[in-house]
């Protein structure tokens, strides 16, 4: 492959783009577009911004901007410290593991102090597990074998005329799970009117339940839900119901109560159901 720079350049030129074109379409300031062309590296910034100026810039002008970047790493970028150390490391513990495993180094390798008491641990545990099974052998046959105790059942002790109860206690833990009451999400209002009164019920939004007026004695109205209801009334004569809880309005006309899922509040400025 030809030089790097003289490649880019050339190409420009054929197309006849000038370098003030190229820096509008790259946002590579001129400066490291000319650096680039005529292999300046020590202007860039670094090899980062070398490869990264070298694909953009070769992407530009539809070249191959892969092989610019191979070329500068072939060509110019040496491998760093870091990964000539990592390579040296590998080598190092490669030859080691090698070593470890030639004839008269197993042995060796094996018989290290940790091997040594883990071992002898390990024997230790074996024979006490040997000696704990001997010992709880079954009796031979014709010996007095001893009867597991039962609950509530009772030896008598000579002499003594006392009974020793062996049994057998089972601890019941009792958790008491607290549940938390559930509030309801929405609101809802019951209406009967004990006289003609007028009425106006909007939700939270300000959107009319119901066409606001004058409700008499006897006329039914729906159960009202929101999650939360805006209630103007022009007397007291109701009975309300909110949120399944009867209440019973005061004050003077006009009556302007907010009923939430939570309870019952005054209202400034009533609805109007306009």
Request: glycine share 8%.
């Amino acid at each position: 492959m030809a030089d790097i720079g003289s490649t880019l350049r050339e190409s420009r030129m054929r197309a006849r783009i000038d370098i003030s074109e190229v820096e509008v379409g790259t946002k590579i300031r001129a400066k490291y577009l000319r650096a680039l062309e005529n292999e300046e590296w020590d202007l860039l910034p670094g090899p980062v911004y070398v490869k990264s100026f070298l694909k953009t810039y070769g992407d530009f002008l539809g070249l191959d901007s892969r092989l610019l970047v191979d070329e500068f790493k072939r060509r110019y970028e040496r491998p760093s410290d870091h990964e000539v150390r990592a390579v040296a490391t590998t080598t190092r513990e490669r030859d080691r593991h090698s070593r470890s495993r030639r004839p008269g180094r197993v042995s060796a390798a094996l018989l290290t102090p940790r091997t040594v008491i883990v071992f002898a641990l390990v024997v230790i545990v074996v024979a006490l597990y040997l000696i704990g099974n001997h010992s709880t052998s079954p009796p031979a046959k014709g010996g007095n074998a001893i009867a597991p105790a039962t609950k509530g059942s009772g030896h008598h002790h000579g002499g003594s005329g006392k009974h020793a109860r062996t049994g057998t206690t089972i601890n019941t833990v009792t958790t008491n799970t607290v549940t938390a009451p559930v509030v309801p999400k929405r609101a809802s209002l019951k209406l009967v009117a004990t006289a003609t009164v007028w009425v106006c019920v909007e939700n939270q939004a300000g959107k009319p339940l119901m066409s606001s007026g004058d409700v008499v004695v006897g006329q039914k109205l729906p159960t009202f839900h929101a999650k939360e209801i805006l209630l103007a009334l022009g007397n007291t004569g109701v009975t309300m119901t909110a949120d399944g809880k009867p209440y019973t309005p005061s004050g003077a006309a006009p009556i302007a109560l907010r009923i939430t899922a939570t309870g019952v509040k005054p209202l400034t400025p009533a609805p109007t159901c306009a």
